[in-house]
């Protein structure tokens, strides 16, 4: 039977995910829909009891290694932008979120102080696997996108750790005891967390490691993090594991971003996995006794305790009220309060208890009723927060692009053009199309002369590696949405194209290559090859240089193209085709950016620069 649930957990999660993802919807529906269908309710299919004690502990792991790719994922200059409110929204907005939902969560149900604060604690966080892939959906300014992101990751572990704290009281007599291992988690979490993030990050650098064992290096290395810091002190992994993924993702090493797809595609694994896993718990009936009120409650969470939350910690820090809306708007919760809820109910179901400890007492003091058992008191905790979950992301989750447009927030779409490379050949084609297409072109390259005279032609040119998306996108405003590589060296533009490709999409990548590059590199390559009988575009930028080469505009209508000659771009307001000669717009206003013949035949080459592409300083 634990066979049978691990492959229907695994092959399900990844099943519904991929289906979701070409249906449009949040995939967690579907998820949690899937464990319920696969599940003792129905198929029978998954049976968590059947991994007994086990479950818990894999639960944890596969959460830690999520924080840490989202840790990796942070943008550290969104923090630099808007740090100040985001610290108050993982300390400030936690307490006011907590408070207000504790309230409530009194007022609205019967369920008692101890459990109202712990639900309370679990509503606190946000979900970075369904905040992360919504803001790169609807592409929502910069700085509200960086503090939806930076709050989804950071106040994952505080969340915990308040569920834990309240766990702690419930279960325990001593209050001093629950609020001193509440500041040892967070002080322990960020030691192991930062120090093991170094070290890795240290012994990556030496080269140590095979290239083609770097990224299961990193997940053993965030593995060690989340399990050394557990060791310290339970329940401090999960920060550990944030403060490592953080301080790695800030290390600038040249491969990263290949580990960074490596695990954000097994963090989509664990994610599948766990919902299903999850979710299979789940029993109808406790969500038909949830009724009207439970409703009610989750409505006052969703709709008046976050925008009085955002409000309240915007005022006077220069959003207007279109920020504070959709910030108050756009709050998904995801996997860490679904985990959290479930493994509360686990435990306290071993357990059997019944109410007791710090917040037993508490509310026996102050006289409201301890009621009933802390199994019927979790099994209600855990039907509220999964409730939450599917509201919000439901909700929210098909609704934030809309809720974007109707607002006025969304970036324009992304129509500039990158060129890698900034020799001769590179920038007569940037100006021919900044001036006829009327596009914005952006010239990157690690050679500083180039740059420079590409800079005084009045180019918008960098010195940067465009293996390395970041800083170009940053020089760029986000405004690059196609990609032509066209340095010398074809695995150069193989290795950009490729990773290019995850930005902007394979479809609106394009590079120049013979096809006799290395074989691995073009095999991996993405993007349309262009130019492929041109010859090296450095020795046709020194013919352009010499005068051995004309190149010149064309109006399009009427056009005969001459032996030898070829036609390099055509373009028209607003449209622009690479090696075509028919892109959209206006006909009349079609123009041709050809090149002329060479002075004798390219000699056969391999593609590879005379001098390679020196990394920039």
Same mark, same amino acid.
């Given at each position: 039977?634990?066979?049978?649930?691990?492959?229907?957990?695994?092959?399900?999660?990844? =099943?519904?995910?991929?289906?979701?993802?070409?249906?449009?919807?949040?995939?967690?529906?579907?998820?949690?829909?899937?464990?319920?269908?696969?599940?003792?309710?129905?198929?029978?299919?998954?049976?968590?009891?059947?991994?007994?004690?086990?479950?818990?502990?894999?639960?944890?792991?596969?959460?830690?290694?999520?924080?840490?790719?989202?840790?990796?994922?942070?943008?550290?200059?969104g923090?630099?932008?808007?740090?100040?409110?985001?610290r108050?929204?993982?300390?400030?907005g936690?307490?006011?979120?907590?408070?207000?939902?504790?309230?409530?969560?009194?007022?609205?149900?019967?369920?008692?102080?101890p459990?109202?604060?712990?639900?309370?604690s679990?509503?606190?966080?946000?979900?970075?696997?369904?905040?992360?892939?919504?803001?790169?959906?609807?592409?929502?300014?910069?700085?509200?996108?960086d503090?939806l992101?930076?709050?989804?990751?950071?106040?994952?572990?505080?969340?915990?750790?308040?569920a834990?704290?309240?766990?702690?009281?419930?279960v325990?007599?001593?209050?001093?005891?629950?609020?001193?291992?509440?500041?040892?988690?967070?002080?322990?979490?960020?030691?192991?967390?930062?120090?093991?993030?170094?070290?890795?990050?240290?012994?990556?650098?030496?080269?140590?490691?095979p290239?083609d064992?770097?990224?299961?290096?990193?997940?053993?290395?965030?593995?060690?993090?989340?399990?050394?810091?557990?060791? *310290?002190?339970?329940?401090?992994?999960?920060?550990?594991?944030?403060?490592?993924?953080l301080?790695?993702?800030?290390?600038?090493?040249?491969?990263?971003?290949?580990?960074?797809?490596?695990?954000?595609?097994?963090?989509?694994l664990?994610?599948?996995?766990?919902?299903?896993?999850?979710?299979?718990?789940?029993?109808?009936?406790?969500?038909?006794?949830?009724?009207?009120?439970?409703?009610?409650?989750?409505?006052?969470?969703?709709?008046?305790?976050?925008?009085?939350?955002?409000?309240?910690?915007?005022?006077?820090?220069?959003?207007?009220l279109?920020?504070?809306?959709?910030?108050?708007?756009?709050?998904?919760?995801?996997?860490?309060?679904?985990?959290?809820?479930?493994?509360?109910?686990?435990?306290?179901?071993?357990?059997?208890m019944?109410?007791?400890?710090?917040?037993?007492?508490?509310?026996?003091?102050?006289?409201?009723?301890?009621?009933?058992?802390?199994?019927?008191?979790?099994?209600?905790?855990?039907?509220?927060?999964?409730?939450?979950i599917?509201?919000t992301?439901?909700?929210?989750?098909?609704?934030?692009?809309?809720?974007?447009?109707?607002?006025?927030?969304?970036?324009?779409?992304a129509?500039?053009?990158?060129? *890698?490379?900034?020799?001769?050949?590179?920038?007569?084609?940037?100006?021919?199309?900044?001036? *006829?297409?009327?596009?914005?072109?952006f010239?990157?390259?690690?050679?500083?002369?180039?740059?420079?005279?590409?800079?005084?032609?009045?180019?918008?040119?960098?010195?940067?590696?465009?293996?390395?998306?970041?800083?170009i996108?940053?020089?760029?405003?986000?405004?690059?949405?196609?990609?032509?590589?066209?340095?010398?060296?074809?695995?150069?533009?193989?290795?950009?194209?490729?990773?290019?490709?995850?930005?902007?999409?394979?479809?609106?990548?394009?590079?120049?290559?013979?096809?006799?590059?290395?074989?691995?590199?073009?095999?991996?390559?993405?993007?349309? *090859?262009?130019?492929?009988?041109? =010859?090296?575009?450095?020795r046709?930028?020194d013919?352009?240089d010499?005068?051995?080469?004309?190149?010149?505009?064309?109006?399009?209508?009427?056009?005969?193209?001459?032996?030898?000659?070829?036609?390099?771009?055509?373009?028209?307001?607003?449209?622009?085709?690479?090696?075509?000669?028919?892109?959209?717009?206006?006909?009349?206003?079609?123009?041709?950016?050809?090149?002329?013949?060479g002075?004798?035949?390219?000699?056969?080459?391999?593609?590879?620069?005379?001098?390679?592409?020196?990394?920039?300083?």
């Amino acid at each position: 039977m634990i066979l049978l649930t691990l492959i229907c957990a695994m092959c399900g999660g990844v =099943g519904l995910m991929i289906f979701g993802r070409k249906l449009g919807v949040p995939a967690i529906v579907l998820l949690l829909a899937g464990g319920v269908f696969l599940g003792p309710q129905a198929l029978g299919w998954v049976q968590p009891s059947s991994l007994g004690g086990v479950l818990p502990v894999f639960v944890s792991i596969c959460v830690g290694i999520i924080l840490f790719e989202g840790g990796m994922s942070l943008d550290i200059k969104g923090y630099r932008t808007a740090g100040k409110f985001i610290r108050h929204l993982v300390t400030w907005g936690v307490f006011i979120t907590w408070a207000l939902s504790t309230l409530a969560l009194m007022l609205l149900t019967d369920v008692s102080l101890p459990f109202a604060l712990l639900a309370a604690s679990l509503v606190t966080v946000t979900g970075p696997t369904v905040i992360m892939p919504l803001m790169k959906r609807i592409r929502v300014k910069p700085n509200l996108r960086d503090i939806l992101s930076w709050e989804a990751v950071l106040v994952d572990p505080i969340g915990a750790f308040l569920a834990v704290l309240c766990f702690e009281g419930i279960v325990r007599q001593g209050g001093g005891a629950a609020l001193t291992n509440f500041g040892l988690r967070i002080a322990v979490g960020l030691a192991v967390g930062l120090i093991g993030g170094l070290l890795l990050a240290w012994i990556l650098r030496r080269n140590w490691i095979p290239e083609d064992m770097l990224s299961v290096s990193v997940l053993a290395g965030a593995v060690l993090i989340f399990g050394a810091a557990e060791l *310290v002190l339970s329940e401090a992994g999960l920060l550990s594991t944030v403060a490592g993924g953080l301080v790695l993702g800030a290390s600038n090493l040249p491969w990263l971003k290949e580990v960074k797809r490596f695990k954000a595609e097994l963090s989509e694994l664990m994610i599948g996995m766990l919902f299903i896993l999850l979710a299979s718990r789940l029993k109808i009936d406790q969500f038909k006794q949830f009724g009207w009120e439970g409703l009610a409650l989750v409505a006052v969470v969703v709709f008046v305790v976050r925008p009085v939350m955002i409000f309240i910690l915007a005022r006077g820090r220069g959003f207007d009220l279109r920020d504070k809306l959709f910030l108050s708007w756009v709050a998904p919760r995801g996997i860490v309060a679904a985990s959290m809820a479930s493994l509360v109910r686990i435990t306290l179901e071993q357990r059997g208890m019944a109410e007791t400890g710090l917040f037993g007492s508490l509310a026996a003091f102050i006289g409201l009723e301890v009621r009933g058992s802390a199994v019927a008191a979790a099994e209600f905790v855990e039907t509220f927060v999964y409730s939450v979950i599917v509201v919000t992301i439901v909700l929210q989750g098909l609704s934030a692009g809309w809720v974007v447009r109707l607002l006025g927030l969304r970036l324009p779409e992304a129509k500039g053009l990158l060129i *890698v490379g900034a020799h001769r050949l590179a920038r007569e084609l940037a100006v021919f199309v900044r001036d *006829v297409a009327g596009i914005p072109v952006f010239v990157a390259d690690t050679n500083e002369a180039s740059v420079k005279q590409a800079q005084r032609e009045g180019l918008r040119a960098v010195l940067a590696d465009a293996r390395h998306p970041q800083p170009i996108e940053e020089f760029a405003h986000d405004q690059i949405g196609r990609v032509a590589a066209l340095t010398n060296n074809e695995d150069l533009n193989a290795r950009a194209c490729r990773v290019w490709s995850e930005v902007v999409g394979s479809s609106s990548v394009c590079r120049w290559s013979t096809g006799k590059g290395n074989e691995k590199a073009e095999q991996d390559a993405r993007g349309v *090859v262009i130019w492929n009988t041109l =010859g090296r575009p450095s020795r046709v930028s020194d013919e352009l240089d010499w005068g051995h080469r004309i190149m010149r505009r064309e109006p399009a209508a009427g056009f005969e193209q001459a032996e030898g000659d070829m036609v390099l771009a055509a373009a028209s307001p607003g449209s622009l085709s690479l090696g075509a000669t028919t892109p959209n717009g206006d006909a009349s206003k079609r123009k041709l950016l050809v090149v002329g013949p060479g002075p004798a035949p390219e000699e056969e080459t391999s593609g590879v620069a005379e001098t390679e592409e020196k990394p920039a300083p």
